[in-house]
């Protein structure tokens, strides 16, 4: 075409031609020479035909000033982008569908919200922040990915770095024990981990960032969690089998801590941001702070944080609880770098805690034993994102974790725990073709452990792990379906004892149904498969952390779990609600069976395996009687047993209820509660029954949200009658009840 014209044009200049011609001739000239571009534009038009886009503004609620660098998300798709400097945003080239989108910035959110995307279409969508922790119901552990938590498959509790404030405590059971279908294993108050729906040890996986932390808290009742929460932009609860992304051990669920710098779908900024926080309390003489900043120029981010908290001896109705004191300090650093299509960071942190082991004051053999625990872990995250084609983003994963502990008596070693541990783990997220999406991916472990001195009950043992998985979901608008499948591989290699090996597969497929805009049924069936862990299978000796003498088992099969769980969600501006039943069926149930004799002074227990079953409910409702009112109610329950026998499980947690009131006044917040447990007297062999109790807890806050910055300051009066009371799952509950009154105040400063 464009020689065809050239040759007319030539014409032109030897042939007088009519007016009319000569603009035939120029046309055809001009096409000629945009044709290419003319193609471009053409396909980018029926591009954004058949794609949508949505464009809008946030706020302040408080204020109506405009947010800056607040994260606009997509989540079916996991979509986002970040505001200007007026607060507005765009995001295009949307496949036409039902989404959820939401909108944080820091610890303030807006109450997610569903979207319709159509052909061409151009939806304007405004969000107004606030500091409501009643409308912050985000999740990434539950599928790899953001999603909502009314969207999940599985149950998920979110716990958001402003009620975290307010729940400061030496160690994480103690953060998270009243939350549904969330308990405390106990071994004093620097040992404690949380139990989720009765299940407790290596069935519950507690992870940093989505990656196992190194600790060897699993194994026995005094050892705690490497974890600093005041540094943490939430944690999240998946209650129930999430064995598919995380491991074969997470039969009973998954605790994620996510700290504030390992978001890596945040964006990068230029100047700093930071926080810090400061706590004191009464009853075991509290105290504590820690404060993070971070610097970004261009793509780069550099960020440092550090923080200590330190408690006395606590005290309770009926005196001190002697040898109860801890102490904790943390320190961490990384740089980031985050380009349009790739990321990448590196970190080192260091955590050393050292705390004591209540006694029986009344027993004349017993010591004050003391745990002085150190862990340096370092951590590498890189991939690439905004990809086209099958893969919308990969991401690589490495970590090394160096987790040592002493046990000490009067300073002198006794034992002399190390535990290395190093991970790698690779996941690529497909990008959404039509109604399904989803992620697979590898994951390998190499453990090194041994222990020395005294108290060796365990040869040194190398552990290695692979695993490789994939998660799909299928979306028809109103219904989505999600399976997936884990097939994974552990082996153990002990010093002078058998090795092992073990293979299996988990698998799961849920439905879940919209019932019109804010109520979602779910249904979820799993399968999961756990191999032994290593204290099962080689433990043998004096184990004074679990109050047992363990003899274990080299000759122990892999567990099985066969499971359903249903959940009723409702989420709106003025109610938040959640109703789940849940039925694990479990086929060679791994546990401690005592033989009724006594060595070395503690009752002697080998582990056995049986069938067993775990059935029972969880609710939670959060209503707004007037805009200014909620009323905060909460039940679970919980009931476990061998099978065969119909004996309860140990250390299953009572039938426990919440009432409280959550009056809000601008900025103010006040929050009286009353904690309710049952008389727990379904006992395992030699285990005593636990009485009933109320507590009431009173609390208020007052926060401040800025364009720029967030205040809050919160006080707590915690068991405020006084009341005695014990903790069914604690391994010390005969001489060590739970706290007595106290008070708690914290502040908290969040700057951006």
């Not at 340096?376 to 919308?392: C, E, T, Y």
């Not at 047993?641 to 119909?646: D, E, F, I, T």
Request: proline share 5%; aromatic share 10%; charged share 20%.
């Amino acid at each position: 075409m464009r020689l065809l014209a050239v040759l007319l044009l030539r014409n032109t200049r030897k042939t007088e031609l009519p007016p009319a011609a000569v603009t035939r001739v120029f046309l055809a000239s001009l096409l000629a020479r945009t044709a290419p571009f003319a193609l471009l534009v053409g396909a980018a038009v029926v591009s954004a035909q058949n794609t949508g886009s949505i464009h809008g503004t946030v706020r302040l609620k408080s204020t109506g000033e405009p947010v800056h660098n607040a994260i606009v998300t997509i989540l079916s798709l996991g979509r986002n982008t970040e505001t200007s400097d007026s607060g507005e945003y765009q995001i295009t080239n949307l496949p036409p569908g039902s989404y959820t989108a939401v909108a944080r910035r820091a610890s303030i959110a807006a109450l997610p919200t569903t979207i319709q995307i159509t052909a061409g279409g151009s939806l304007t969508l405004d969000f107004d922040l606030v500091a409501d922790v009643l409308k912050q119901s985000v999740t990434v552990t539950a599928s790899g990915r953001m999603e909502s938590t009314q969207e999940a498959f599985l149950p998920v509790t979110t716990i958001e770095s402003l009620e975290l404030s307010s729940k400061s405590a030496p160690s994480l059971g103690e953060v998270l024990e009243r939350q549904p279908g969330i308990a405390k294993r106990s071994g004093g108050p620097g040992s404690t981990r949380p139990v989720v729906r009765g299940f407790d040890g290596d069935r519950v996986l507690v992870l940093e960032d989505g990656i196992r932390t190194g600790s060897m808290s699993s194994s026995s009742g005094d050892h705690g969690e490497p974890i600093d929460v005041d540094s943490l932009e939430r944690i999240e609860v998946v209650r129930g089998p999430a064995t598919l992304l995380y491991g074969s051990n997470a039969i009973g669920g998954v605790v994620n801590a996510i700290s504030r710098h390992d978001l890596i779908h945040e964006h990068p900024h230029d100047g700093v941001r930071g926080y810090a926080t400061a706590i004191g309390g009464s009853a075991n003489a509290n105290g504590g702070g820690g404060a993070g900043l971070d610097y970004g120029v261009g793509r780069w981010l550099i960020w440092g944080k550090a923080g200590g908290q330190r408690t006395g001896e606590y005290g309770t109705p009926i005196g001190t609880i002697p040898n109860s004191q801890t102490r904790s300090e943390q320190g961490a650093g990384g740089l980031s770098r985050y380009g349009d299509k790739s990321f990448l960071s590196l970190s080192y942190g260091i955590n050393d805690a050292r705390y004591g082991v209540p006694f029986d004051p009344g027993n004349k053999d017993a010591e004050a034993a003391v745990l002085a625990m150190r862990r340096h872990a370092f951590r590498f995250n890189g991939g690439a994102k905004n990809l086209s084609g099958v893969l919308d983003r990969v991401q690589f994963t490495l970590s090394y974790s160096d987790y040592n502990h002493k046990e000490l008596l009067e300073d002198q070693i006794q034992s002399h725990f190390f535990n290395k541990q190093f991970i790698y783990r690779g996941v690529f997220e497909q990008d959404r073709k039509g109604r399904l999406s989803g992620s697979f991916g590898f994951w390998g472990m190499r453990r090194d452990f041994r222990t020395e001195g005294v108290e060796v009950i365990s040869p040194p043992v190398d552990q290695n792990a692979f695993a490789v998985f994939a998660v799909e979901s299928l979306d028809f608008e109103k219904t989505r379906v999600q399976f997936g499948g884990r097939l994974g591989h552990t082996g153990y290699q002990p010093q002078q004892l058998q090795a092992r090996s073990f293979t299996g597969f988990s698998g799961s497929l849920g439905v879940s149904r919209k019932i019109g805009p804010s109520t979602v049924l779910v249904g979820n069936y799993s399968h999961s498969f756990r191999a032994p862990a290593l204290e099962e299978l080689y433990n043998h000796g004096p184990h004074p952390g679990n109050a047992t003498y363990e003899i274990g088992n080299p000759s122990l099969v892999r567990e099985r779990s066969d499971g359903l769980d249903f959940s009723l969600r409702h989420q709106s501006a003025k109610l938040r609600a959640e109703a789940g039943y849940f039925y694990y069926f479990n086929t060679d149930y791994v546990y401690l069976a005592p033989t009724g004799r006594i060595a070395d002074g503690l009752p002697e227990a080998r582990y056995l395996q049986a069938g067993a079953r775990y059935t029972g409910t969880e609710a939670r409702v959060d209503a707004a009687i007037r805009p200014s009112i909620w009323v905060n109610l909460g039940l679970d329950v919980v009931n476990a047993q061998l099978r065969a026998s119909k004996i309860p499980l140990p250390r299953i947690p009572p039938v426990r209820g919440l009432v409280g009131i959550d009056y809000r006044y601008k900025g103010f917040s006040v929050r009286p509660e009353l904690v309710l447990a049952n008389r727990q007297d379904r006992l395992f062999i030699h285990e005593t029954p636990t009485a009933g109790y109320a507590l009431m807890n009173f609390s208020g806050s007052y926060t401040v949200v800025r364009q720029h910055s967030l205040h809050v300051i919160t006080a707590t009066l915690f068991n405020s009658t006084d009341r005695l009371y014990r903790n069914h799952l604690s391994f010390i509950k005969e001489f060590a009840p739970e706290i007595g009154r106290g008070f708690r105040l914290a502040y908290t400063v969040r700057f951006f």
